[in-house]
């Protein structure tokens, strides 16, 4: 799976969009960038995942740059309920080969009042 | 949105017994994946397990741990000889219901070894 790089921490106020950045420059042309959260000490929540298109769900919305490089995951009006760690994975679709994710170290986002 | 359950919630053990920790996924997927997270560090990839068999595991899942489907819905993580450092929170995780696009986790069990 290609490698990916996010920022340490971001903070965002409250009813603002937040915009998390990741950079995956090796991605794959199978490999489908997938989004999950970790609030406190919960199990990771799959939150958006998408290979070349922008997608959206009522969630979040992920964007994808032309050369898939990049991405960034919007959360349109943070709550500080979405204050939680971020992470960005590249890996092929389950379909493809259901093995493992693999999580770094994410973006700590904190959600201020 | 679909859950995953996982019991106990919270397992404390005295070093060198046996734990069980048990998960329940979503409908009746062939695959499931067990992830350990001990505090303050990564989620890590222990295990994965496909139509009975396991299919992929990591360098921590050594011989005290084993994996079993005892019946047609639930999935177990045994931990045969429990030492300090298997304190961390366990997760369970299967594809989504509606197919192989995502990827699930239960809320995670607690262990705590003293």
């Known amino acids: 799976d290609a490698k990916t790089t996010q920022p340490p921490s971001m903070d965002c106020a409250e009813g603002r969009a937040a915009n998390l950045p990741c950079n995956h420059s090796?991605?794959?042309?199978?490999?489908?960038v997938y989004w999950y959260r970790q609030i406190h000490s919960q199990g990771p929540q799959y939150i958006i995942h998408g290979l070349k298109n922008n997608e959206t769900n009522e969630m979040a919305s992920l964007i994808i740059t032309e050369d898939r490089k990049s991405s960034t995951l919007i959360l349109p009006h943070a709550t500080l309920r979405d204050t939680a760690v971020y992470y960005c994975?590249?890996?092929?679709?389950?379909?493809?080969?259901?093995?493992?994710?693999?999580f770094g170290d994410g973006t700590t986002l904190t959600v201020k009042p | 949105e679909p859950e995953v359950t996982q019991t106990p919630s919270h397992q404390v053990t005295q070093m060198g017994q046996e734990v069980i920790l048990r998960c329940v996924p979503i409908?009746?997927?062939?695959?499931f994946y067990w992830y350990r997270q001990i505090l303050g560090q990564k989620v890590e990839f222990l295990v994965s397990f496909y139509n009975n068999e396991i299919s992929e595991k990591s360098e921590i899942f050594d011989d005290q741990f084993s994996v079993e489907r005892p019946d047609g819905s639930n999935f177990t993580l045994k931990i045969r000889s429990t030492k300090l450092e298997d304190s961390a929170m366990y997760f369970c995780?299967?594809?989504?219901?509606?197919?192989?696009?995502?990827?699930?986790f239960g809320p995670g069990t607690r262990l705590t070894v003293l």
């Open positions: 995780a299967t594809p989504g219901s509606g197919g192989m696009d995502e990827q699930f």
């Open positions: 994975i590249v890996r092929v679709a389950f379909w493809t080969n259901a093995g493992k994710s693999t």
């Open positions: 409908s009746n997927h062939l695959y």
């Open positions: 090796t991605i794959s042309g199978n490999e489908y």
